[in-house]
DNA sequence: GTCTATAGTGAGATAGAC
DNA sequence: GTCTATCTCACTATAGAC
């Protein structure tokens, strides 16, 4: 990974992982400033307060995502190989920074931490949300139409696949129970794969497929 | 539903509503105590500390589910049809109290907020939960044996089928955002019945089976 | 079993020197 | 751009009257 080139960098980076870790509430400034090298209020001179710190850390966690997804979705495959493209596209991006399942995570239900503010900041976040999520959507329909997948509901197909790879890479020690071994391991990530491909290769098929 | 019997069981009932919510670190014990009509103090009468209040909530619905899941498990069907009503019996539940499905997520990926304690108090609720993942991996073991399910990995499918049913009613105005609709109407619970059974019919089937 | 009062700690945030 | 000092507030938890 780079070195962060700067002091907002640094402090965008200890945060996210903190985030990751505990979520919103569970993090204090002093924390993040320690975690950052800096005194606690030479915080509030790059972020105006906590939200917004938490809302920058979210935002770029989401482009970043956004930015792998959208570049393997346009490539000139059939929609059953771009299907099992994206699915190892996000699984490989999810593995390599083991933060960003769990903020992804966070960002899907953890909304209600600021339900009684007014929160201008996380509009730009949320429309990054929707973006993503209504490019995924589309993608479905599209491999519906063309009789390559069955005509499943979509929302839920998209819930059902996040819920399979995001959900999986934010699971951590528990997570690390059910599959009996480290989630971030190379024959991990591989077996996890091949296991979420085949699952939604066999379940979304319009006929039953070639192994 | 029940109107709760005592203090006890009506301070467990509000602070189950409130750490769904906004999890362990973002609720305090002063709107507990207030959703509750008691006093602060009087909080620490019927629990040690917020760790025990906490925890008893999460072994409270831990247990619940776990009776749900076991009982249908054990029915004298097929594996297929039993992996059928597992998961109309699982996504009921969850339906049938919305709180459920967000402490059972928290509880799969919050254990970070107790880091550095000892917490004899979790001893319990961890088995309950290791339990229930034992059950469902053992299920689906038979399944395999019998040749009705593929040779899956048996911990990546149990990761699925939390992703594809915990994580969707946990998923609150965002997942409403994605299914373009409530997620806890009768049509929006019926319809997600079908789709994960579907998916996980086709994606797991040994061979092709019928329509 | 519930209350008032309070201890003791740490949170987010601001002011202003350097 | 970072610091020290400080403000205000909320938190978990305890003590002890009723």
Not at 64 to 90: G, K, T
Not at 109 to 115: M, P, T
Not at 134 to 161: C, K
């Amino acid at each position: 990974m780079n070195a962060p080139a700067s002091s907002r960098d640094k402090i965008l980076d200890v945060a996210e992982a903190l985030f990751a870790r505990r979520g919103y509430a569970g993090v204090g400034l002093r924390e993040v400033a320690d975690a950052a090298g800096l005194g606690k209020s030479s915080l509030f001179h790059h972020f105006r307060g906590k939200t917004e710190l938490y809302c920058e850390v979210q935002t770029r966690v989401l482009e970043r995502f956004r930015d792998r997804l959208e570049s393997v979705l346009a490539e000139p495959h059939s929609p059953m190989r771009r299907l099992e493209r994206a699915i190892e596209e996000m699984i490989d991006g999810l593995a390599e920074q083991p933060t960003t399942a769990r903020l992804l995570l966070r960002s899907l239900f953890e909304d209600d931490n600021f339900e009684g503010k007014d929160l201008p900041e996380f509009e730009h976040t949320d429309k990054v949300l929707a973006g993503i999520i209504g490019r995924v959507g589309a993608f479905l329909e599209e491999g519906i139409a063309e009789g390559v997948f069955r005509p499943v509901s979509v929302g839920d197909t998209v819930q059902s696949l996040i819920g399979s790879i995001v959900y999986h890479f934010a699971s951590a020690d528990v997570g690390e129970g059910i599959v009996g071994g480290p989630l971030f391991s190379a024959e991990s990530v591989a077996r996890r794969r091949r296991e979420v491909v085949e699952l939604f290769r066999h379940g979304l098929a319009a006929r039953p497929g070639p192994a």
